[in-house]
T-cell receptor, first 113, second 113 residues
């Protein structure tokens, strides 16, 4: 079956540091890949997505590239802000999975001033 | 455009009772999915409805059920509540297409005592 593995957290960074959160997946077929972010007390917000190999998703300074050869979708940001502190989830879905996303376990990011 | 609305935000129930949670999707979205989020199991898919029909289902016992109305609003019901049902229940809506991203509400926090 499908599965998503994210790097262990929590991750603690200083403001303006470079961020990488690793995500690898196992799936049959050609899934779509997503990054979601969850702020305290809220639901999940879509951060970015990629639907096919070599696609790059980007939003608010975050980027991730769909790498089929390494089955990865690592999240990066060049300069993090305190406001980026949240939990980040990598997920896969698409095709006939109809509303079903398979999520990673989440990575807690804390950014200090 | 209004986002996904879930009511109520918080619920406290006693073991053995039943509960109904409500979800109003983004206007124009015909697909509604439900997820359970717990610290131990993470995000787990419950089921998805599209045009009043259940299209996909996760691995939850029959105590968990749902339905969707003609206006795309959805309800989820849990009968004979157990302590382990305490969780954040998230609803998400989408257009229902194969790669369409999910848009999540802020969830209903259910506590079973």
């Amino acid at each position: 079956g499908n599965s998503v593995t994210q790097m262990e957290g929590p991750v603690t960074l200083s403001e303006e540091a470079f961020l990488t959160i690793n995500c690898t997946y196992t799936a049959t077929g050609y899934p779509s890949l997503f990054w979601y972010v969850q702020y305290p007390g809220e639901g999940l917000q879509l951060l970015l997505k990629a639907t096919k190999a070599d696609d790059k998703g980007s939003n608010k300074g975050f980027e991730a590239t769909y790498r089929k050869e390494t089955t990865s979708f690592h999240l990066e940001k060049g300069s993090v802000q305190v406001s980026d502190s949240a939990v980040y989830f990598c997920a896969l879905g698409g095709g006939t999975s109809y509303g079903k996303l398979t999520f990673g376990q989440g990575t807690i990011l804390t950014v200090h001033p | 455009k209004a986002g996904v609305t879930q009511t109520p935000r918080y619920l406290i129930k006693t073991r053995g009772q039943q509960v109904t949670l409500s979800c109003s999707p983004i206007s124009g979205h015909r697909s509604v999915s439900w997820y359970q989020q717990t610290p131990g199991q993470g995000l787990q898919f419950l089921f998805e409805y599209f045009s009043e029909t259940q299209r996909n289902k996760g691995n939850f016992p029959g105590r968990f059920s749902g339905r969707q109305f003609s206006n795309s609003r959805s309800e989820m019901n849990v009968s004979t509540l157990e302590l382990g049902d305490s969780a954040l229940y998230l609803c998400a809506s989408s257009s229902g297409g194969p790669n369409s991203p999910l848009h999540f509400g802020n969830g209903t926090r259910l506590t079973v005592t």
